[in-house]
């Protein structure tokens, strides 16, 4: 890297780095996070569209990273779950905000393997593994015990820690991504903006106005 006047060679502050692979560079400022952010580094917004194109954002958990893509968990019948089995296309936006940066991910998804949503939901607490029965994600509640009581009913059903199988509507969607976007920010709103672009395997980087 160039690092004369803590600049990259496109003239970036040097914390962008000179990869080729934005995944790296990714991990780099995640781990990063990691040492800053008090609370979920991996939280990200989620964006999804319906088949009227009616956007929806929410806040889900990065669970998984490769050079393939982002892997988050879901209830697959829940509102953003129905939005991606009819529209794949989806968005993802880290904010950190103790380190005034920000990463957005745009992309199309496929759902994980079965053993790779096999041994996220084993590690997952007990609790964790049978709220994913109990919930019926997204759908309208007529009252919190009613959940309460189907938690119990679970746990009676399936006291056993170690074997709580996973809910067949329950697995992971990856975003393969098309666009990812590093932003940092500067003062008098003049940001620092590289974004990468997967070219037929090939990512080829941009510098954009703030």
Known sequence: MNQKNNKNSLGLDSIFEDLDNPIDLFKNWFNKAEESEINDPNAVALGTADQTNQPSVRMVLLKGLSDEGFVFYTNFNSKKGSDL????QASMCFHWKSLRRQ???IGKVK???????????NSRPYKNRISAWASNQSEQLDSRDTFLKKIAEFEKKYPDQNKVPRPPYWSGWRIL????????????RIHERLNYVNNNGKWIKEILYP
Do not use: C, H, M, T
């Open 177 to 188: 991504p098309k666009e990812i976007e590093f932003w940092l920010d500067a003062e008098g």
């Open 111 to 121: 759902q994980v393997s079965e053993k790779e949503a096999d041994d996220y939901y």
């Open 103 to 105: 990463v957005r991910v």
């Open 85 to 88: 089995k009819i529209n794949q």
